[in-house]
């Protein structure tokens, strides 16, 4: 969790573009890991086979995403069941996938799951590239998927092992 005293104020930081972009935690900007090779596959991998699989929905990164009054985190993949009313994600998306970099911190992470869960996200995944774990995150569990499939709780989107992890 975030600790400090804050930073900007939540409307100077939803008018700031940050390269990369940071996530807003009570006042205080957290940077996110990204770029890595893995994490990035995977993260593609997921876009490009939801999109692919489901054109009805609206798969994206990169989206800041409103997880508490205080607090907009930046989901590495949300799908959408229509596009947002704003510039950012105010309501819960259907489904956010979390793909964790070596240098996250795992508590953070749950952390973030969480939040995820208690806006309303009724589909929470966790997808690690290195170990290529497949978990799915239903309070107050992070339950892991042994199959080769993991799905959405309605089963409308599944996604394969194969797809999400593939060279």
Known sequence: ?????????????????????????????????VGEWLHSRVQSNILLELSGKYPHLKVVVGLRSKT????YRIP?????????????????AFLVVEVPSEDDVMSIVIE?????????????????????MMSVYRPPALIEIEGDTIASADNTIELSRTEIFAE
């Open 112 to 132: 973030k799951l969480k939040e995820y869960a208690t806006k309303g996200v009724p589909n929470v995944w966790l997808i690690d590239p290195r170990t290529q």
């Open 1 to 33: 969790m975030a600790t400090g005293t804050p930073v900007v104020s939540l409307e100077e930081y939803l008018r700031t573009s940050y390269d990369p972009d940071v996530e807003f935690v009570d006042g205080v900007l957290v940077e996110r890991s």
């Open 76 to 92: 590495d993949v949300c799908v959408l069941l229509a596009p947002p009313q704003s510039d950012y994600l105010l309501d819960a």
């Open 68 to 71: 508490a009054p205080t607090r």
